[in-house]
């Protein structure tokens, strides 16, 4: 019985908090993709994560501070890619890992 109580806990399509969890990582996933596509070849290993926030802010989370230099000079195309793909972000943040 226990597994079964595990698998409806991970399952996406309950409307527990795990479900939205799992959502929501995929479609953090899902960003995080289709903007280290939009971005020139040298560019594309600098994003770990995406995030789009409530208020439309792009916040992407890259591996160093020097990726973060050159990103910043790509925000217009991770803006664009984004509302391509129907996201309605206005600005965009950078941010370092922190690992």
Known sequence: MAINKLKNLLDPSNDGDLGDL???????EELTGLLI?????P???AIVAANIRKDGELVIICAS?????R?????EILLSAAKKAGIMAHTCRI???QS
């Open 37 to 41: 596509e939009a971005l020139p070849e």
């Open 71 to 75: 990103l910043r000079y790509e925000t």
């Open 65 to 69: 501070s020097a990726w973060a230099s």
């Open 22 to 28: 799992i959502n929501r990582t995929r479609h953090m």
């Open 95 to 97: 941010r370092v890992s």
């Open 43 to 45: 560019n594309r290993n």
